[in-house]
């Protein structure tokens, strides 16, 4: 997802320097659409979209391959009382399958007719639903990392409501009623690689909806993935030779906070290069490779969930083997013992 607040179109086709409102609006320009298409005239053009379709492409297969092996191995009708990182996995491919498919009908038109997205109206439908998708991902692994702080530190896991309500209307609601209010006073649209917040009308919108929610959310994460994981090791080594019925308990609440956080971790993986870029171009322009950078990363959600399903997949499957060797070892334990008996009588 090529997400930015780029800027105005110079000579200097290196870098991209920050967009000034009124200097667009002093020079008549009322919108985005009034500008050029980026990198047309300097041989940039292809280098933004071409990568960009091709990580999305990556993705969409990926959330594709996710959501097909969920439901082989498990049935939809028993989807609620699957374990909440199960669930999960599904919402997260979901969320990038949807933005997937906008954004990646979005750099195909600009490719085909090497121009803005028209009518204006789909390119605002392109640009809610990247808010929309892009937003709901970020506000549910916040609630990930934050299920799992309090799992570790307070022993309780979070209810996230039937269905799951609770999680689903804060993390779809929210970005719903800001990328609606966005829609209504008309700062959506395109910002020279795709359509997002329009650059000339968004002015200080473009911080507060994308730079400054995106810090405020990794900045939260990793304080919260901090302090969790010292947690867990410390717990780890303090019951790494006890027993009994609580130490088990808290042996299983370790585990399941150890597989969530690997949502946490793919999500520092997939936005720390767009925070990077939202700080630097307040400072100084951003050179392009940096931003293409940020389109690589930004685009791989659904690699990187894929992933996160794999390790899943196969920590679940270890866990079978041993609790299968045990069984076999009790079994075998229990023969002998009975062997033992059956003799000296």
């Known amino acids: 997802m090529d997400i930015s607040t780029q800027s105005d179109f110079t000579e200097n ?11 667009f609006l002093s020079n008549g320009i009322q919108s985005s659409y009034d500008i050029p298409v980026y990198g047309l005239d300097n041989g940039d053009f292809y280098s933004i979209h071409i990568p960009a379709i091709t990580c999305i492409s990556l993705s969409f297969i990926s959330v594709l391959a996710v959501i097909v092996a969920s439901f082989k191995t498990k049935s939809i009708k028993t989807f609620f009382s699957w374990t909440k990182s199960e669930r999960l996995v599904v919402y997260l491919a979901l969320c990038d399958g949807l933005l997937n498919i906008s954004h990646a009908l979005d750099h195909t038109q600009m490719i085909v007719t090497k121009n803005h997205v028209y009518p204006k109206e789909l390119c605002t439908f392109y640009a809610f639903m990247l808010i929309e ?3 709901a991902q970020n506000l549910m692994v916040s609630a990930v ?14 209810d996230f409501g039937k269905y799951d309500w609770h999680l689903l209307l804060y993390t779809f609601g929210i970005p719903c009623v800001g990328g609606t209010l966005a829609a209504i006073f008309d700062k959506l649209g395109p910002n020279g690689y795709s359509c997002y917040l329009d650059k000339v009308k968004g002015g200080v919108t473009i911080f507060f909806y994308t730079t400054a929610p995106l810090l405020a959310v990794l900045i939260t994460n990793i304080i919260l993935y901090g302090l969790t994981w010292k947690r867990i090791r410390s717990e780890s080594r303090r019951l790494q030779n006890t027993l009994g019925q609580e130490v088990a308990t808290t042996r299983s609440a370790i585990k399941a906070g150890k597989t969530m956080l690997l949502f946490v971790t793919a999500f520092f993986i997939q936005w720390w290069p767009l925070s990077l870029y939202g700080i630097w171009q307040l400072i100084a322009p951003v050179p392009l490779a ?17 992933i996160v399903y794999i390790i899943i997949r196969r920590r679940r499957t270890k866990m079978k083997q041993k609790k299968t060797m045990k069984k076999k070892e009790f079994q075998s ?10 003799s000296s009588t």
């Open 145 to 158: 990392a934050f299920n799992v702080f309090v799992l570790i530190y307070f022993s309780k896991d979070l």
């Open 290 to 306: 940096v931003f293409q950078f940020v389109i690589t990363f930004s685009n791989v959600g659904g690699v990187l969930n894929g």
């Open 333 to 342: 334990i229990a023969t002998i013992c009975d062997g033992v008996k059956d």
């Open 13 to 23: 086709t290196a870098e991209l320097e920050k967009p000034t409102t009124k200097r």
């Open 133 to 135: 998708f892009v937003t």
